[in-house]
Nanobody
Framework: QVQLVESGGGSAQSGGSLTLSCVASGFRSNDYCMAWFRQSPGNEREGVAA???????SYGDSVKGRFTISLDNDKPTLFLQMNDLKPEDTGRYYC??????????????????WGRGTRVTVSS
């Protein structure tokens, strides 16, 4: 019943900004951890950012200081504000959710549920 639907992907130039959204449905509890991952050709899936239901956040080193993850608990809806975009940010971005995780951190999230992704392309 849990579904995650991403939106907001597109193209941007270096230094530009994009905002991604992920609308969640079917959540049965509030002990969730949500995260953004990304995947680009030739690269392994990378954790971008994570946030728990209380608003605690964590970020991958490559996006720290440029990206901001946030959560509207009522929907819930996950957001990723991406600023100062770089070509290496190009890839498909996926929304993920996990329940009952004792440590909601971007390096610890494996994801119980996944969206289908939204593509981001950054050019020079």
């Amino acid at each position: 019943q849990v579904q995650l639907v991403e939106s907001g992907g597109g193209s941007a130039q270096s230094g530009g900004s994009l905002t991604l959204s992920c609308v969640a449905s079917g959540f049965r509890s509030n002990d969730y951890c949500m995260a953004w991952f990304r995947q680009s050709p030739g690269n392994e899936r990378e954790g971008v950012a994570a946030i728990d239901a209380d608003g605690s956040t964590s970020y991958g080193d490559s996006v720290k200081g440029r990206f901001t993850i946030s959560l509207d608990n009522d929907k819930p809806t996950l957001f990723l504000q991406m600023n100062d975009l770089k070509p290496e940010d190009t890839g498909r971005y996926y929304c993920a959710a996990e329940f009952g995780l004792s440590f909601c951190h971007v390096m610890a999230v494996s994801g119980d549920y996944w969206g289908r992704g939204t593509r981001v392309t950054v050019s020079s």
